[in-house]
């Protein structure tokens, strides 16, 4: 029962802190992509975030061999989880504007939860599922002033919805599979296996000197994107996809949106009105309902 306890209380605090990190990761991002291209900023993100987290487990005396009987689980949950969620959404940013890319793909816990009752056999509770109304209506009302500018753009939606669907589908596979290597290597190989098709992107789209102008303030942004959003959150949401249900891990992401609008608004100075705070109380109320509805697992 202690362990059970404490594994918990670990989730718990890695689900507030990639909360945090993810969340003032979009305006962070916003910065660093002001002075560098979305497909090389991928490719750094992804290659260095890959060989930092290889390099920790090294460091801790983990071999960085890969154990045949994950091999296939890797290459798939890379192909679905990474490639899938930065090719979508890199093409649904360009195609509307990053904030509105961002609220759609957060529709994410929706597929999570269809999934995981498919797949993993998931029981979807009925607080779970007060927890998704609430979280839904929360970006809903995030969304509601540019819903004229996403029917304008339907095909940016459709590959943000695709990025949601892809990074979904991820979470319950990483879920699924039974994994004989830790977190720490099981991500670092993602991001490098999953990146390979979007280096090439970034070589057949971009130009080679894509990085070789870039500010200070933008430079030690990329080093906060790569340590914290990418590095850290990366692990930390894998481990607490092993702890909780998946269903559960997904609906904890509903405050990453909301986090990222006030971090904005703080730090970019971006407006913030009153339907910007109603939404946050429901996203809160969400977060209190899948927390109330959880089932830890060891």
Same mark, same amino acid.
């Given at each position: ?9 670990? $989730? ?36 260095? !975030? ?10 801790? $005396? ?99 919805? #695709? ?6 589908? $991820? ?13 720490? &290597? ?29 500010? &200070? ?42 986090? !990222? ?19 946050? $109380? &429901?996203?809160?109320?969400?977060? #209190? ?10």
């Amino acid at each position: 029962m202690a362990s059970t306890t404490d594994s918990a209380l670990k $989730g718990f605090l890695l689900l507030a802190l990639l909360s945090l990190f993810w969340g003032l990761g979009w305006p962070a991002m916003k910065i660093v992509l002001n002075e560098v291209r979305p497909w090389t900023f991928r490719t750094i993100c992804l290659l260095a !975030g890959g060989s930092g987290l290889l390099a920790l487990a090294r460091a801790g $005396g983990t071999r960085l061999k890969v154990p045949f009987t994950d091999l296939k689980p890797l290459l798939i949950t890379a192909l679905v989880n990474i490639t899938g969620w930065h090719i979508l959404s890199a093409h649904g940013i360009a195609s509307m504007q990053a904030g509105r890319a961002a609220i759609i793909a957060y529709t994410m816990p929706m597929w999570a939860i269809l999934l995981s009752r498919l797949i993993l056999r998931e029981q979807i509770t009925p607080a779970r599922l007060w927890a998704l109304g609430f979280g839904f209506a929360g970006l809903f009302l995030l969304l509601w002033p540019d819903l004229r500018a996403v029917g304008a753009a339907p095909a940016g939606a459709l590959f943000m919805l #695709g990025a949601a669907f892809c990074w979904a589908a $991820g979470t319950v596979l990483v879920k699924f599979f039974q994994w004989h290597m830790p977190a720490t &290597l099981v991500m670092g190989w993602q991001l490098l296996i999953g990146g390979i098709p979007v280096v090439f992107g970034a070589l057949l789209l971009e130009p080679a000197g894509a990085v070789t102008d870039i500010s &200070l303030k933008a430079l030690l942004t990329l080093g906060f994107v790569l340590l914290l959003p990418i590095i850290f959150c990366h692990w930390a949401f894998f481990r607490v996809v092993q702890i909780f249900p998946a269903n559960v891990a997904a609906l904890s992401t509903l405050s990453i949106p909301a986090i !990222g609008v006030f971090s904005s608004a703080l730090l970019l100075n971006e407006p913030l009105r009153l339907y910007e705070l109603v939404a946050l $109380g &429901l996203v809160v109320i969400a977060l #209190g309902l899948t927390g109330w509805s959880r089932r830890p697992v060891k």
